[in-house]
C-alpha cells in the first residue's frame, strides 16, 4: 500500500483563489518532506523542504509567500498555492523518506482556470 | 547546487536491443544516485539506485554504472520491451538519499515492437 498519499490528485481552481495540497506519511513519522513541481513534459523540480516545527526552506526562484508550505505534525505536510494563476498549474508531488527508501506521494494535478 | 545532466531527451530502439542513459553531475559530495521511470500523470517509480561505494549495479535487464572521477552514471536496459516504453529520470542527492533530490531532464524512450 501507500507509504506516503498526497490529495487531492485533482484539483480546478479559479484564477486567484488558493488551494491546499496534503502529503501525509502513513506508518511512520516523517520530519522532513520535499516538494517538487513538474511541468508538463518537463523534469521534477524541487520547490522546497518542509521540516516538521519550522520554516520550509525555498528553492531558489520559488516565492515562499505565494507557496506556503506548513509542517505541523510527524505525518502531515501541507502546500496551500495562494492567489494562484493559469501559469501555477502543474503537476506538484511530495517526498518523504524512511530508513533510507524515499517515498512519493500519488502527485496532484493543479489545473488554475 | 547540484545540476545534473541528462542524455538523450528521446531515444528509440528496437525490440531487443540495449537502451543506455547517461547522466552527469556536478557535486562531488553527491552518493546516492537512483533512476525513475514514470509515465504521465503517476509518481517516479525506482527502477534501480547506486550509491557511491560501489561501482555497478544490476537486476536482471536493468544495470547501472557509476565513475566517481568522472561524475557520471548510466542506466543499461537490455533486451528491452514495448512495455519499457516511458520516460526516464536519474537523480542526484547527498546525504544517502536521505535529502532532496535533483532531477535529469529527462529521457523518453520509445521501443519499438
Known amino acids: 500500500g501507500a507509504v506516503v498519499s498526497q490529495h487531492p490528485s485533482r484539483v480546478i481552481c479559479k484564477s486567484g483563489t488558493s488551494v491546499k495540497i496534503e502529503c501525509r506519511s502513513l506508518?511512520?513519522?516523517?520530519?522532513?518532506m520535499f516538494w517538487y513541481r513538474q511541468f508538463p513534459k518537463q523534469s521534477l523540480m524541487l520547490m522546497a523542504t518542509?521540516?516538521?516545527?519550522?520554516?520550509?526552506?525555498?528553492e531558489q526562484g520559488v516565492e515562499k509567500d505565494k507557496f506556503l508550505i506548513n509542517h505541523a505534525s510527524l505525518t502531515l505536510s501541507t502546500l496551500t498555492v495562494t492567489s494562484a494563476h493559469p501559469e501555477d498549474s502543474s503537476f506538484y508531488i511530495c517526498?518523504?523518506?524512511?530508513?533510507?527508501?524515499?517515498?512519493f506521494g500519488e502527485g496532484s494535478w493543479l489545473t488554475v482556470v | 547546487g547540484e545540476n545534473v545532466e541528462q542524455h538523450p531527451s528521446t531515444l528509440s530502439v528496437q525490440e531487443g536491443d540495449s537502451a543506455v542513459i547517461k547522466c552527469t553531475y556536478s557535486d562531488s559530495a553527491s552518493n546516492y544516485f537512483p533512476w525513475y521511470k514514470q509515465e504521465l500523470g503517476k509518481r517516479p517509480q525506482l527502477i534501480i539506485d547506486i550509491r557511491s561505494n560501489v561501482g555497478e549495479k544490476k537486476d536482471q535487464r536493468i544495470a547501472v554504472t557509476l565513475n566517481k572521477t568522472a561524475k557520471h552514471f548510466s542506466l543499461h536496459i537490455t533486451e528491452t520491451q514495448p512495455e519499457d516504453s516511458a520516460v526516464y529520470f536519474c537523480?542526484?542527492?547527498?546525504?544517502?538519499?536521505?535529502?532532496?533530490?535533483?532531477f535529469g531532464s529527462g529521457t523518453r524512450l520509445q521501443v519499438q515492437p
Open positions: 506508518d511512520f513519522q516523517a520530519t522532513t
Open positions: 537523480a542526484a542527492s547527498t546525504g544517502t538519499g536521505r535529502r532532496a533530490l535533483t
Open positions: 517526498s518523504a523518506v524512511r530508513g533510507n527508501t524515499i517515498y
Open positions: 518542509s521540516n516538521e516545527g519550522s520554516k520550509a526552506t525555498y
